[in-house]
């Protein structure tokens, strides 16, 4: 049943991608309006991301939801914006100035009241902002602290809604502090709050030299604890964000099929940046990618799989590949 | 006082080192007896580690007990072997095969038996074998599950004997389970025992895109959990195993001056494969250089280097190193 | 003679840095006055960058000229803009459509006159757009035709402005075509022009697991084709742009020595992107670093350094290195 | 015509597979005879590779010539060892020592004499050990010098026998001089014989962060010298020498496109390290996945294949890759 599948994608992936030498963008810079048009035209796409502040606020929140439900989709994140302006340049929750860090809770707290009233289930809490560029440049006891007592003082404010750690090890700073997936486990551990989990963007683990699958298997078999899932890929050393399935077919396989196994019961998500490609293209190939392995999967079937993991007899493993590739 | 800081080193530093091109090894191979002679002609050096079945045995360990002590130094660290031959080449704890499960908890109880007699505080559980090499060839939460298991049933074997966890991302599996420190501190947490902690290797934290002294903070300010050091450079995208100093000036004095501000109370080992270089001159190069990196911080004082981490100014920090290093 | 050394760097290194996230910059925006303002508090530097369009163009040049003249600076490269608006984002001297390719062309030939009004010897060709992004999306063959051909071209139309070609692995292509000094080498010989040659950025070199100071050699040694050096540093994984001598102590050494052995005649011009720091403080410290290390350079001396280098003996290496920044 | 592609194998593909861990391998050594049985078990083997010294020298030449032609097999490439035993440790042809610098002169040249006796049209010289592992160990223009020397001298030796540079970036030293696609052609130009052209390790290229399509295309393209080329999978960062198609899919679908455009006339040759896995099954599955994503390639078409290149729509690459692989 691929049918169980649900797509998301935050509404940004069909607005002109910019990097630090093009900040102008490589496409047309579109409105909220048009781009909630844009993601109807993605097939089997039933839910968008939102960004607080650049999509929701106080003012518009009843608006949007009445918008988005009208053109068809649920609203699996909201994100808050810790991380997109110059003033989080120093960290959020980390921030050495007070004021800073008071800020950027109050705006983690802001789109958990939005989420609630946009019946979305899952905040996204990225901290790419609080880290370090050079060494000798951050407290680690004492970061860590801060990000251990912000996250809980944000889980007790909306504890219906879900907040999502996103881990990843570097950009915009050299070195994230919420960096892989054992951080992150680390984190939620000190947080312990039934509302506080992981998403796991498969690019960023694939960054930091993760099996996203064993990285799954982690948080949610030891936990429960595997909330949402960012899909994309990348040559492994960046961020690249690029569509689903563009180079690793065989790990892309074997995540679907774990994130199955483990019951996991979130959001497919995507999460790309496709700088120079159309964005709707960009989002109906990266689904159809996840469809087409999840067909792959089924058509081996999940007993086979098993059976190779099992066996850990990698030729086995290589010609049942072949079969589901090649044949 | 550089005189706290206590330097070991692995017998086998002074060894022959080999690789997978050069399986005979660079150098001469010596026997323990030649091993131990060698580790007497480094300056500073009060301690040595053993490797199980290698230098000791249920046979010999009296005798080299007597013979380290008489050589002037204490046995710092045992390792079991169970990552040195083909039987542990599916796995050691994680081996699909029972038997070599249970053969792999008992050569580790072995060695904390002997660790005990040889008055050595620790064992390094290195799970180097226990791992995967290829896509959809491990069943994660089972060997996770058995990680955990089998440490715990370690650590009740001689609960007087610490036991550290020694993490790294790869080699010789292309992925290894315990591959870093936050993955290392689930583990720690899963298994919950006092005599269960952790080691950094500095270059496997490298390779890991860890700043080691990040991950010392992890482990020792939320739980005392650092009770060991391997200490080492690299190039980073592999375990170089090159003499300390060698590439990363600045980031090795950031791990010393955490190390002391921690109050980390183990001992400062080498972990370094001089393959085409004397071990003796490489050992001694290692210790001169913690020892030449310690005396600059404090030449240029914990207080300012504190003042520097506190005020996160990079800019601040590069003219501080610029006085400890260039003027 | 540190005094031999000529500082140079791109007047943005005082404008505020973005990133693909924080797309408004880190710090506050200036005009060109502004920059060249901020450039001239910094010690010893005496060349600036300029960007064509950005900074300079048919109406301005001569104003300019005077403008920067007057601030006591020289010229020492102009680099068009080939690469920071959509419109490059398929590639300037190899996209598909002619028109492009034909203005990128262009574009370098008016860079080329404005450098020689300005009376500055090079300028740089840097194809950061010119490459690909996903498998099975180039034509490699005729790409590379295209690039030695258009290099061709415009090093016939000022013969007496020197192009050099700034090699770079990825970004922000995720491979970009000219990635490496022996592929830049290829274009070179290629190419076949006098005033046609090579710049290091040491930052991209470090990407590609070069040292910077073998790159050095071969492209000087070999044929005397090293005319421009933009200095830097980063972690190895991606253009981090920070400031020299932040993380690479010996090897940054090791390159100031090559580059004086190898009588490398051109500017020491800084490429970094300060975004949290201050551009002037970011450029100061870069310019003491190089001069420090040189300074060091000169204190254990040329002729010692030279003999590590003929012994190949690493240990002793690592012993002048103590010696050098230790002691 | 998949018939057209001619596989080859390192008879070593069938022995114990060694690191420098598990010295003693993880599986059964063979003797030659007992290798070259195990090559026959492969379905489509129709070369063999050989290591001079270790299979082949003046005594047994002629037999072997014969062991093998019986066998079935063309003997593909002669591989002189000049990096498998300590001697060679510090360099073969730049090495310091002028003895061993004629000891791997004469050792190409016996590796050239006996590929001649043996009807072998190549010889691979792989300077694994030519290289440095720390800043300040290496003289460059001196060990380029001699590398150019000893390449040209030993192609005069032999001409009718072609030598194939294998580049890699690094192991066993930490960085290699022949490192890179670019560096190698490099030092052909510099050669300058008809009898030295280039081998792509697909791996190497991996390593280096290269397409080896794009590596492909630079050597055949521009001046038909790409002899050679050895197929094997990793994970980017290191050589780990997996099967073919285990991790790149598209990419070596894509790599066998432009072999097949460029009118590449070489052995498909397999450098594989089935560490753990028995060697004939490692061989059957590579030489499988290579013709099985040729026969791709011809289903989907070339004329398809190349209608998406020269688009360069990343978009149209993945549907029909979808169409390839999920179909």
């Not at 902002?129 to 007790?156: H, R, T």
């Amino acid at each position: 049943m691929v049918s169980k599948l649900r797509f998301s994608a935050n509404i940004n992936t069909f607005n002109a991608c910019a990097d630090r030498y093009v900040l102008g963008g490589y496409g047309k810079r579109l409105n909220t309006d048009e781009l909630i048009s844009a993601a109807q035209k993605v097939d089997d796409l039933t839910g968008v991301e939102l960004v607080g502040k650049w999509h929701v606020n106080d003012d518009n929140v009843e608006q949007i939801r009445r918008q988005v439900t009208d053109a068809g989709f649920d609203v699996t994140c909201v994100t808050p914006d810790i991380w997109a302006s110059g003033k989080w340049g120093w960290g959020s929750f980390t921030s050495n100035d007070p004021k800073i860090r008071r800020e950027a809770i109050n705006e983690v707290k802001k789109s958990m009241e939005w989420a609630k009233q946009l019946n979305c289930e899952v905040i996204d809490l990225w901290f790419g902002q609080d880290g370090f560029d050079y060494p000798l440049q951050a407290d680690y006891p004492k970061a860590w602290s801060l990000l251990i007592e912000g996250v809980a003082e944000c889980a007790d404010h909306v504890p219906e809604v879900k907040i999502v750690v996103e881990y990843k090890p570097k950009e915009p700073r050299t070195h994230c502090f919420v960096a892989t997936v054992g951080k992150t486990i680390f984190l939620l551990e000190k947080v312990n709050k039934p509302n506080v989990g992981a998403m796991i963007d498969v690019g960023h683990a694939l960054m930091g030299y993760e099996n996203a699958a064993e990285s799954a298997a982690l948080l949610q078999y030891f936990s429960k604890k595997l909330f949402y899932m960012h899909f994309n890929d990348n040559w492994r050393y960046w961020d690249d964000d690029m569509t689903v399935g563009s180079v690793h077919t065989i790990e892309t396989l074997e995540l679907l099929y774990w994130l199955d196994h483990l019951d996991y019961q979130g959001w497919y998500a995507l999460d790309i940046f496709p700088y120079r490609e159309d964005g709707i293209k960009a989002a109906n190939e990266s689904i159809r990618w996840i469809k087409g392995l999840f067909g792959v999967m089924q058509r081996i079937s999940r007993k086979r799989i098993a059976e190779v993991i099992a066996s850990g007899d990698a030729m086995a493993m290589s010609a049942l590949m072949r079969e589901a590739f090649l044949d």
